[in-house]
Each structure stands twice: as C-alpha cells, then as structure tokens.
C-alpha cells in the first residue's frame, strides 16, 4: 500500500469539537493474536488514527485485552491525561466489561469508552481483500473517534432485584439447577410442562459409567429438592407470560388441574376406560388418560392427560365421572430465569432404514424401554419372538448431511454428533450382554465416540464380548429389508463394511435399533416470548461457549443441561451447576446494575408537546410533569429511568430533538455515518 | 521466619482456565479466595496455545481477560509460583501451609520492563514454547503473563550479577531471597490442579524426542501462535517451511500399553483445529490426519470437521505402526491402512505432529488426601452423576482437567459446577456455625 | 483523479444489537466473505431515528442504507412497528428528492442470520451497479429544479 495513511481520514468539517474540556482521545488497535493483523495492516490503521484531530495516542496490541494491553490504556489514561478511549478489536460484547475496568483502573468514567468491531465485522470477512479491510478498519474507527467526542460520563442504574429465581424443567438440568439456587440462599420456583417431575432420565434404567439406577437418582434428586423450603414446584404447569426484566421479570405460569382428588384416583385409574400411546415406553405400550408416569414418580397424585380426555371415559362404581380442568394461574416476580427445558429423541421419518414400515425396526430410546420391561430373567422378546441377535444404528438424526440425508420438515438436517448415542448404544450392548447371555449385537457405525471417563471401557468389553462393528461411510448409508419369505429371522441389514475392504455385508436380524439423536424440545412459544435465540443447530445459544458459555443475550436468563446441546447425565449435573452458581452471582446481592442507557430530555428544548409519550410504550417511563420555568408553570417530559427500556422511540417522535437517548445519541449517530460517508479514500496499491 | 497467615473462604489450587473460572465464580457472589498456581504465572495450558476450537479465537484473547479479571478482583488473593506442602482438617477448616518459593526478584516492586532478561546473558530452554525456543535465566514467562514480573531460574544462573546491574529499580533482584511461608485456613479448597501431556518420547516407534521432525501437538500450538518462537511455522531440524504434515491420533491415548486406556477428549479436535490452522499458514502444504476415530462431539464440533474435510483436510483412517527417519531427516511413516484389510503402506512427510494424551499434572493424595482412581489416575469422583465435582471429602472440590481429560469449554463449565457445590457447601456450613443465619 | 463513478459505493447497515449486529458478527464468526463497502452501526432500536435522519445520510452520500431490525424477535414493545412506520414514510421524502427509493430497505435479520445478511449485502452491491451512486440522482434532481 503507498497511501499515506493521513489521507485515509476523511476530510471533516471544521466545526467538529470546540468544548470547553479539552479531549483528549486514546485510540488502540488489537491485533487480536492475528485474527486482525493477519489481514488488517493494524500499524497503517493505528497511524491513520492519529492524525484525527484530539487523537493524543494511537496504538496498536496483539492482545488488547490482555493485562499488558489494559495497562497501556490505564497508563495512557494517568500518564497522558486520556479522556475518551477508543478501541477496535473483536466484537464488543466479548471484551466490553474487561475495557472497562481498565479504564475505571485508570480513574476514568468507563461510559468515556467506545468499542469498534474490526474481526466479527472486518478481518474475518474480508481476508481476500487486506487492503480494502485496511481502510474499512480505518473508517470504522474513526466513526468511534466521532463518537467517542461526544460521548459523557455515566454511571449504571442500580435496582433491587427479587432473589427469586424460576426454573423451567422439571428434569435433571432443572432439578439440580434448582437445588443448587435453593442452598445458595435463593427462592426458586421450578415448573415442569408434563404432570410429573423426571424427564428423559427417569426413562432410562441404568446410568453409564457407573451402573447406578436412573430412577434412583432422579428420586434422590427430586426429595431433595421438594424438600427444601426454598423451592416451590408446579407440575403441568407452563409459563405463559413475562414482562420486565433482569432482577424484575414479571411471570405469569398457567397450572392444569390434576383432575383427581388422592382418595379417589386410584378408584378413578382404575375405572378410566381410554387408554393412549404411552410416551414414558416411547409408545411400546399404552397408559390410561388418568395415569402415573411410572411407579415411583413424583408427584405421586395421577393426573388426567386432558388432550386426550374425553367426557365419560371414566367410570367409578359404573357412574361416568365428569372431570374438569379448571387451570390455576400464578404470578410472580423473579429475578431471574433458567432454561432447562430439555430434549427429545429424533424421530426418524417414515421408512428411514424401515422405521414405522417395517415392525422390527425402534429406536435405542425404545430398546431401553423394552429391556426395563423385561422382567428378570425373561428373554428379551419382540413381537411375541425372543430376539437372538440385533443391529445397532449410530448417527440416525445425527451428523446429517445436506445432500444426503433427507431434510426434516424444516429444511434443516442435524449436522451435529448427538455425543451421548456411542456409549449409549455400547452401554446398552453391555446390559443385553449381561441380562440375555447369547444375543449377538452388530454394531454399524461411523466413529466410536466414547470419549468420556470410563466409556471407553464399554468399548473395549463391547468387542471382547457380544458385538461385532461394522463401519459405514456417511454417503453409503445401510439399508434394512424384509428378509426373503422363509428366513429365519425378519429383517436383512445391508451394509458395505470398510473394516473389510469395503466389503458388502447382508446380516440377518431379529430387531434394527437406531441410535436416534438429541434435539431441542420444541420451545419456539419460549424462545418467542423470552426474546433468546436459538443457534442454526436449533439449541439455545450461549453468549459465547468460553467467556460466558451458559448466559444467554438476554440478562438473567441463562441455560441449564440439553437444552443448549447434547450432554451426557454428568454434563447435564455440571452445566445446570454451573447455571445455578451464574444466577447466585447476579440475584445474591439483591440487586443488579442495568446500563444507564435509557432516554433522557433536555429542558431547555422540550415544549411539554407529549409526542414522545404517545410512542412510549413502557408504563411510567415517560411522563409530562408541570414545572415552573422563568415564573410560568410549563409542562416537561420526564424520565423515570427504571422504567425506561431504552428503545429510543421518544427520539424519533420529537420535533424539537429534545429528548435523546443516553450513550446512543442521535447527534452521535449522525457524526458516525459523516465520517463514513464523508471524504473518500483514494485507491489503495495503485 | 515468621509465618503469614491468610484466612480465606475458599482455597483454590491451580491457575489455569478451569481454577480461574471456579475462583472468579466464588469471588463473584462475594466470597475471599485465595488462588495459588505452583508457575510464575496463572494462564494455564490454554494460555500457550495459539487458536481454540471451535470459535477459532485466539486462545489469548479468551484467556488473557479472564487471568487480568482474577489479578483485579478485589476478593481473589493471588498466589504465584506457589505450592501447597500440607493440608490439615481442624473442625470445619482446612489449615494449608503452602510456600511462596523465591522468584529472586521482589514482585511487589518489579515493573515488568525486562531489562535483566536482555542483560542475562544464559539462554535457557523455554517452557513456554515447549523448549522449541529459549529465553534468558531471567525472564518474564511470556508477554501476556500474569504477575508480569520476572522469575530468576537460579538452577541455571551463573550469579554474574549483570541482571542486577540492568534492573532500573532498585533492590528488586534479591539473588539472596528466601521461600515465604503461608498458613492459610480456608472453608473450602477447590483442586484445579490441571492436567499434563503424555512425553512425546513415551512411544519409542513414534522416535519423539529422538527425531528433531517428530513434535508434540502442543509444541505446534507454540509454531502456529503468533508469538511462537519462530514466529512461523518451520521445522525445527532445519527451518524449512513442512510441505507435507501428518498427525497421529491417540499417540498417548486409548493405548494399554502406556498405560492411558482411555481417550484423551481433546486431541482429534486440536488436530483438525491446527490442520486448519496450517492450511492457512501453509497453503501448498498436504496435511494428513491418521486417526482411530474422528470423536468430534462437542456443541458445533462434528461441523467442524466437516469443515476441514471440505477443505482438502485428508482423514485416513489408520494405525500408525512406526516412524522412522530418512537421511534428509523426513520421517517414514508405517500405516496399517484399517478401511482397506490392514494393508500396511509406508507414507512420507517432512513433519510429524504426535496427538499426545491427557495425564493428571497432579496426584493430591498424599497433600489433600483426596484419592485418584486406579483406572486412570485422575481424582476420584464418587457420583458423577450426581455432583459432579464432589471428591467426597467435605469441603473439597474437583474442577477441569483433574478429574479427567476435557476441553476447554467443559472445564469452564465443570468449573461453575465446583463454585456451585462449594458455595452451596459454605452457605450450609455457615448456617449450622451461625445457628442459622447464613452467609448474606 | 478518479472520476466519481470510480469512487466506492458506501451501504449503511443500521443493525440491532438483539439481532442484525450480532447476525453480522455470526457472519464473521463463519468466517464468510463479502464486500467490504458495508458499514455496520450497531444501533438500540431503529425506532430512534426520525426520517430525516435518512435523508440526511443519503444527502451525505451514503449510496444504500439497509436497516437490519428485529422484526417480531424486537425485544422493545411496539419499537419494531414503528420503525416500519417511520421507513415507510422516508419512501416518498426519498422520491421528493429524487433519491431512488430502493436505496433504502427494512429486514429483519436474527442474531444467526448469516445466509440473510450476506444475501442482504449482495442485494445493496447489485442495486447500486445497477443505479450508481446517489450523489448522481441528488445532482440531477438539483439540475431539473435549477
């Protein structure tokens, strides 16, 4: 590049900063380890900033946010008396709270501090064209120059928050999250859709790698937390309204009746003549409309599946028993909420290696099922025929890809590994292995993936004992078929093997499990309502896996256990742990500190005209308030900054400018887009 | 010698990423730790590496805030090059002695401007660069490190003195300063003590540490970030640019004969990460992974990889038998091709990256009493299931790679999950001392 | 000198921070390549700019703005409508002024709208080939009133 780099500036108007203060402006440019400099010429962009008028010091770091970076901006700040600081590196939002307290470290305002995005929005997406991502980086620092002239002290706004925090899942992420708050000094309110507490683990039956029983541990789980005076749970209960925000949500959670009263529910079990799908068996069986999950579960009282209720359908001494749901409706106020709304097995499409055509082919959720309904020392049958050998599916719903599995009716097709199905499948393979001497088990998969401690032991054992692998590629997919009329066993799995030189393999089968993956259970009324976002893998999204890996973007709402991704039983423990603790953090001062980004009125502007109340849409931020001005009563707009959200509707509605919102100006913006718009920068290299 | 005493909530030992997090969790709802790291500065393993999977930020740019967080915070006391010589249960508390060994340097008046390091005239092996590079007997461990303060490797010091003569403060340089003993009684101690790669030599075949071509994958973390001792990525036996690079997986995992049976988590997504990684810093050059199984697992991990496959990453899928070296020092790598029968080839590439496994760095038994399990070394966790980081002592927390090898993201998360029990523990144990007021 | 045709086109993307900021900063983390005369201000709410502010930044000579809400994910009550009100009455005042009204364009972008946003930008870059610069039309539009 042969431009000077003080002709990158645009040329500005002369009458930009004649304070009374003098700024004073610190200007640093990360590297980013070479994630900037790589393809930003971060020196050339540095000097260029330099010659920006009430630029004192332009800088340039591989790592900004180190503690070397932050002590150059502490000691710019005392030695060359900074007063606005200006950075570009990557996205603001990772590095905003470190900025700040250097510059706080500094005896600085940390609101003196304007943060330039130059890797999410520059370097990583112009690597092909340095030079132009130069002089982006260039104008997009000096937009924070412009800015950072015009911004003023603030300080965040300080609320009581309510230490009182409401867990949505009653399953093991919401339980343990749930209990960990509850000993740390919080109240919680646990809620869980179904009428009964447990989720997915309690449909299991043992627990890799240490054998324990699912159930139990759930038991133990759940006595814990009904017993502990800090935590209310609703069962069949779900929230349907909230409003407010961090350390201030106002929620509103719908309870259904259980429909029948303890002295009569198992009269009225008993006498329920309707029964449906059972989804505790994954459908292997049917259950009752008035019904219990599974001996053991909490609550105890049955309830009445009221989607599939009918009038009549119960009967007591012959009577028919009218039922009515007559919903509670509970409100509250929370500080904050956690996420823990679990997962749900794929559901394979009809067909898919013969699922829902052919009768011997179910999913590794089902097989389990079937095993826990087996008693001891039964054969494991199927269809009325012991099944002597079977074939395990991996990745069915997982590691999909576009092209070649077949899309879901979204579009999408799952290109993440579901992690839990390798050992899941091997663990299961162990516990046939033990329960039913003899059965075989042919193990088609892509990678085995038992990553964790003591999964690859599972491993090990699979194939010094019952199950023989197989390994498929993913556009080679294996396929199941009705054995020939007169075979012995039912189903014929073909699969073309590359642990034998690729070779093309028919084996015989009894039953096709498939090790169906994880998805996020259908929460878009959630996401909707709460304002979080999913990721492209449909999961919640985390602000970012390291820095902040179980909060999302929204304050005071954080993520607990699957429904942020596949996670084994220990992985749920832990993430829900590490929730719980994230949310004692915010709620146990009892209170929080919002960004005093909220709208403010200039009184020598403001003509009491209410435009910008009739566009307010917050209750009580904005109200018109009599004053008295050179001896005469006028009306004036006036900020109650609680209540303010800091959308900035006000601004635009006023015609006087009179009212501007805080760190976010109007005048502000319109400066930022001269300094883009202004000058051009003459070709570059040329 | 007069012994200080600290008394503080909660003792946390180790200062990498996972000890950090659990410190800054604790310290966050209020809570005084003390944070001790036996090295001259906390950062960890994470801290030396160049770029982490799978967001591809640099390793600094996640860590270096985190470790300035722990220096600042008004409720962590932090202890460096520090070691715990004895634990000792009285009542509810654990009394620990630890030792602040003698850095020969006063860290409360050294400003980190590296004046002795440009005077010393010993090169040393550099352990931050995984001895691919040196620095002098005097030295600040690495730019981003934290204290920035200089430590006096006196093992190779010649005493000459001309550090001492360099350094702008003075006293600062204390060739005669003594280890400083510390009581510290805590509520609750958090074992972060973190994890330790398998030798590169542990496998004779694969001529680690005799074939100067042969190097550790963390060695290439050093290579690939930009502060690495080349500031490129060159083979160390002559500096010539690698045109053809081959990385082993499980080089030190899933392997019962080094006794590591179990996997290591971390390494097949390093790999992918640092081929990746070389594609960029490399263009031309043909990087070949020879892998067991491709485990990508984590959240955004199997994209990933598919990623890199689309990328012209080969994946084959192989057991490396042995390596051997050529006469212009390129290695001779003996497959036994597993999707084609077990044919056995013999490939050619100028480097060879060797995925090293996960040790435990630390065995507390004999310190904390909190034992390790006998299958793989590593802190027994009695209900993994149930609480997690639970030693089962009471009071006494595992977090990160102590308990086991993991990545980053779940030794983060693992830590929370150790802040949340231990504070759950601190806030019951000051119920039942203060018949039931608690904490707040 | 370079003639003014030769000069870059500069689009003006006023994203929100609950979604078009951070649907931008998925693109980066992706790692995908666009054009780089795209200027992204992370904005609260586009319900803070009144029209003139648009007309303004085109009078500067900005060539495209997109305006990259929330749409129904808006985490602020009503601020979504009324910025569609608002674009809406900017359309006229841009034609007043002889300024192409499809300069400017609301869509909403999510927070891992990657695919949408680069589509976004690749629209902007085609339009202004097709329509140039907009001090040209502000030029005519002067020349026809003069």
Known sequence: ?686 | MATDKINVDVLVVGGGIAGMQSALDLADQGYQVMLVEKSPTIGGTMITLSKVFPTLDCASCITTPKMSAVAHHDNIQMFTYTEVQSVERQGNRYIAQVVKKPRYVNENICTGCRKCEYACPVEVPSVFDQDLGAYRAIHVPFSTAVPQVAVLDMDNCMLCGKCEKACPVEGCIDYEQKPQEIEVTAKAIVLATGFKITPVDAKAEYGGGKYPNVISALAMERLLAPTGPYGHVLRPSDGKEPESIAYVQCAGSRDKSLGVPYCSRICCMYAIKQAMLLSGALPLADITIYYMDIRTFGKGYEQFYQNAKAMGIEFVKAKVAKITEDENQNLRVRVEMMEEGGQVEEREHDLVVLSVGVLPAYNPEAVFGVPVSSEDNFIEIPSPNFEPCNTGFPGIFAAGTATGPMDIVDSIVMAGAAASEATAYLHELAAAENGGVTHD | MADSTEKEMKILILATLSGGYEGANSVGQSHFEYAANTYVLPVVSPAMFPEDFYLRAFERGIDAIVVMYSGSDCPYRGAAERTAEIINRVFPKMKERGINPRRLRLVAICTVCAKPFLEEVAHANELLSEIGPVRDEIAAAQAQAA
């Open chain 1, 1 to 686: 590049m042969t431009e000077k780099p003080e002709n990158l500036i645009p040329q500005e108007p002369e009458s930009a900063a004649q304070d009374e203060e003098e700024i004073r402006i610190g200007v640093y440019t990360c590297g980013c380890g070479g994630n900037i400099s790589d393809v930003v010429d971060i020196e050339k962009t540095a000097e260029a900033l330099s010659h920006m008028p009430n630029v004192v010091v332009s800088r340039t770091d591989a790592a900004m946010c180190s503690d070397g970076g932050q002590s150059l901006i502490e000691e710019d700040i005392k030695n060359l008396g900074i007063n606005r600081v200006v950075i570009g590196s990557c996205k603001p939002a990772l590095h905003r709270q470190t900025f700040r307290g250097a510059i706080s470290r500094g005896g600085l305002n940390p609101y003196f501090y304007y943060h330039v995005g130059i890797r999410e929005q520059d370097s990583w997406v112009h690597h092909d064209q340095p030079d132009e991502a130069t002089k982006k980086a260039i104008r997009l620092m000096t937009t924070g120059v412009v800015k950072a002239r015009m911004l003023e002290p603030l300080e965040p706004i300080r609320l009581p928050a309510e230490k009182h925090v409401l867990v949505i899942g009653g399953g093991l992420a919401g339980l343990r999250s749930a209990l960990d708050m509850a000993r740390h000094g919080l109240k919680v309110t646990l809620i869980e859709k179904t009428p009964f507490l447990g989720g997915r683990v309690a449909q299991l039956e043992t627990l890799f790698p240490t054998e324990e029983s699912a159930r139990d541990l759930i038991r133990k789980l759940v006595d814990k937390v009904t017993n502990h005076p800090n935590v209310t749970v609703y069962t069949y209960a779900e929230l349907v309204g909230m409003s407010g925000y961090v350390g201030d949500y106002h929620v509103k959670v719908l309870q259904h009746s259980r429909g029948v009263s303890d002295d009569m529910a198992d009269a009225a079990i008993a006498g329920c003549t309707k029964e449906v799908p059972d989804e505790f068996n994954y459908g292997l069986t049917k259950r009752k409309v008035v019904y219990r999950a599974y001996p053991g579960c909490y609550p105890e009282s049955p309830a009445v599946d009221w989607e599939h209720y009918e009038d009549g359908c119960v009967k007591v001494n012959g009577e028919p028993l009218h039922l009515e749901d007559q919903p509670k409706v509970w409100e509250f106020t929370v500080g904050g909420i956690v996420m823990a709304t679990g997962f749900r097995p794929y559901e394979p499409y009809e067909g898919e290696y013969g699922y829902g055509v052919l009768p011997e082919v179910i999913t590794l959720p089902q097989l389990i099922r079937l095993i826990g309904l087996t008693p001891e020392g039964q054969p494991l049958k199927w269809q009325g025929r012991e099944v002597k050998n079977l074939a395990m599916v991996h990745c069915v719903g997982s590691r999909q890809i576009a092209g070649i599995n077949k899309p879901q009716p979204d579009g999408q097709v799952n290109d993440y590994c579901s992690r839990v199905c390798c050992t899941a499948i091997l663990h299961t393979a162990a516990e046939l292995n033990k329960r039913f001497p003899g059965i075989r088990v042919f193990d088609l998969y892509q990678d085995i993936r038992t990553y964790g401690r003591g999964h690859e032991d599972y491993y090990t054992e699979a194939s010094e004992n019952n199950v023989l692998f197989m390994r498929y590629h993913n556009d080679e997919l294996p396929e199941v078929e009705p054995a020939p009329a007169g075979e012995k066993r039912p189903l014929v799995v073909k699969v073309k093997d590359y642990l034998t030189w690729g070779e093309e393999l028919e084996v015989p089968v009894d039953l096709v499990v498939l090790a169906v993956g994880i998805m996020p259970n259908p929460i878009e009324d959630l996401i909707h309502m709460l304002k979080i976002s999913p990721g492209t893998d449909r999961f919640l999204l985390e602000v970012h896996p390291k820095l902040r890996p179980v909060e999302t973007a929204v304050p005071g709402i954080v993520l607990a256990g699957t429904a942020q991704g596949p996670m084994n039983t220990q992985e749920t423990n832990a993430a829900a742990a590490a929730a719980a603790v994230k949310m004692s953090a915010l709620l146990g001062a009892g209170s929080v500190e919002l960004e005093p980004f909220v709208a403010y009125v200039n009184p020598d502007k403001c003509e009491g005209l209410g435009e910008c109340i009739k566009v307010c849409a917050y209750e009580d931020a904005l109200t018109l308030r009599t004053v008295e001005v050179d001896g005469k009563q006028v009306q004036r707009a006036v900020v109650t900054p609680a209540n303010c959200a800091g959308c900035g509707a006000c601004v635009s509605a006023c015609p006087n400018r009179a009212i501007d919102l805080r760190g976010w100006t109007l005048a502000q913006y319109e400066a930022m887009v001269d300094a883009i718009a202004l000058g051009d920068m003459p070709a570059l290299g040329g």
